[in-house]
């Protein structure tokens, strides 16, 4: 009697026991279909890399997209923790480390930084992040995601580049020249120094066009802004206004300094060009202005320059002419700088 009692709850315990069995093997089963699906989606993303970072245990898992950025395996990435950071830009090290501060302050961040790809270069990320917090207000768990915006950026330097570039001599054209100029203005009123305007307008350039064909012409454009660079400093701006016309910027120099410079100019882009095997032969007339004794605003400065390049180009060319009171009453014709300027700019 006693001995079919205890096989009796023998058997229930059995039974209990299999039951148990059959439903964690059941949840065993769910949960890896789970992991699978949520390890589908993690990385199923293209063009993005999505990040989990366990704050605690200070370990991170990346999706697959961070092979795309690093050149380095996912499951390698993921075994080093810290190891995706070597790939860090080193000027970028600095905005990385201050993005993880803000993060573990509980605070969402929407940085830029570059990655160094094993073949591929430099690669810009945007990174999109944000913490989450415990009960107590602690953070625990980060998510995020890393998104290559390579291309979109060069895609917007590009565009940058045809706004703001001449096409021909790369340098800064009519209205990247226009809003230097303003600015230009602004720091030489703020911090009380001069600013200096050098109109460059070349003689004879027609006679080349018309002797030796357009692509003639551009190539000795070319090469006039290749001296006018050697000419100046590297803080200095040479701007392109179209055609034959330069207008170079120059910040904190002197009088006798601009003069020296307009000397080398002349000297040098006066000088025989070769161009495929024919030589050219130009001339420049050179004015100038300064802020603030020739004019307190950008129009009057550009005004005034003009005036001072049309005298030295009337009065013998291949000189400068800085501008003076005298000037002021000199009629400028409709082919001037200012004026093509202003229409240029306004229509």
């Given at each position: 009697?006693?001995?079919?009692?205890?096989?009796?709850?023998?058997?229930?315990?059995?039974?209990?026991?299999?039951?148990?069995?059959?439903?964690?093997?059941?949840?065993?089963?769910?949960?890896?279909?789970?992991?699978?699906?949520?390890?589908?989606?993690?990385?199923?993303?293209?063009?993005?890399?999505?990040?989990?970072?366990?704050?605690?245990?200070?370990?991170?898992?990346?999706?697959?997209?961070?092979?795309?950025?690093?050149?380095?395996?996912?499951?390698?990435?993921?075994?080093?923790?810290?190891?995706?950071?070597?790939?860090?830009?080193?000027?970028?090290?600095?905005?990385?480390?201050?993005?993880?501060?803000?993060?573990?302050?509980?605070?969402?961040?929407?940085?830029?930084?570059?990655?160094?790809?094993?073949?591929?270069?430099?690669?810009?990320?945007?990174?999109?992040?944000?913490?989450?917090?415990?009960?107590?207000?602690?953070?625990?768990?980060?998510?995020?995601?890393?998104?290559?915006?390579?291309?979109?950026?060069k895609l917007e330097a590009e565009l940058?580049?045809?706004?703001?570039?001449?096409?021909?001599?790369?340098?800064?054209?009519?209205?990247?020249?226009?809003?230097?100029?303003?600015?230009?203005?602004?720091?030489?009123?703020?911090?009380?120094?001069?600013?200096?305007?050098?109109?460059?307008?070349?003689?004879?350039?027609?006679?080349?066009?018309?002797?030796?064909?357009?692509?003639?012409?551009?190539?000795?454009?070319?090469?006039?802004?290749?001296?006018?660079?050697?000419?100046?400093?590297?803080?200095?701006?040479?701007?392109?206004?179209?055609?034959?016309?330069?207008?170079?910027?120059?910040?904190e120099t002197s009088k006798e300094e601009?003069?020296?410079?307009?000397?080398?100019?002349?000297?040098?882009?006066?000088?025989?060009?070769?161009?495929?095997?024919?030589?050219?032969?130009?001339?420049?007339?050179?004015?100038?202005?300064?802020?603030?004794?020739?004019?307190?605003?950008?129009?009057?400065?550009?005004?005034?320059?003009?005036?001072?390049?049309?005298?030295?180009?009337?009065?013998?060319?291949?000189?400068?002419?800085?501008?003076?009171?005298?000037?002021?009453?000199?009629?400028?014709?409709?082919?001037?700088?200012?004026?093509?300027?202003?229409?240029?700019?306004?229509?």
């Open positions: 009697m006693l001995l079919q009692k205890e096989q009796g709850q023998w058997k229930v315990r059995q039974d209990q026991w299999q039951q148990d069995k059959s439903k964690l093997e059941k949840d065993l089963a769910n949960m890896k279909n789970r992991f699978e699906e949520y390890d589908y989606l993690f990385n199923i993303f293209d063009g993005t890399t999505l990040y989990i970072h366990d704050v605690v245990s200070e370990k991170i898992k990346f999706s697959k997209g961070i092979e795309n950025l690093l050149g380095r395996t996912q499951k390698e990435i993921n075994a080093h923790s810290k190891l995706w950071k070597a790939s860090v830009h080193r000027d970028d090290l600095g905005l990385v480390e201050e993005a993880e501060l803000q993060l573990l302050q509980g605070f969402p961040i929407h940085k830029e930084f570059r990655l160094l790809h094993s073949e591929q270069g430099v690669k810009r990320i945007l990174h999109v992040a944000k913490p989450i917090k415990n009960e107590e207000g602690q953070v625990t768990t980060i998510i995020g995601n890393f998104m290559d915006n390579t291309k979109q950026k940058k580049q045809m706004a703001f570039f001449d096409d021909l001599t790369e340098v800064p054209n009519r209205k990247m020249l226009d809003r230097h100029i303003q600015k230009a203005i602004a720091r030489s009123r703020r911090h009380q120094y001069n600013l200096t305007l050098m109109f460059i307008d070349l003689d004879d350039f027609k006679i080349v066009n018309d002797t030796l064909g357009h692509e003639a012409g551009d190539q000795l454009l070319v090469e006039v802004v290749e001296r006018l660079t050697e000419c100046t400093r590297e803080e200095d701006l040479i701007s392109r206004l179209g055609g034959d016309e330069f207008i170079i910027v120059f910040e601009i003069e020296d410079i307009a000397n080398r100019i002349i000297k040098s882009v006066s000088l025989p060009y070769d161009i495929d095997g024919n030589e050219a032969n130009i001339s420049l007339s050179i004015g100038i202005s300064m802020f603030p004794d020739d004019g307190e605003d950008k129009d009057t400065l550009i005004q005034n320059a003009d005036k001072a390049m049309y005298f030295a180009k009337n009065n013998g060319k291949n000189r400068y002419e800085i501008y003076t009171k005298d000037l002021e009453e000199m009629e400028v014709d409709e082919g001037g700088i200012f004026k093509k300027w202003m229409t240029k700019l306004f229509g």
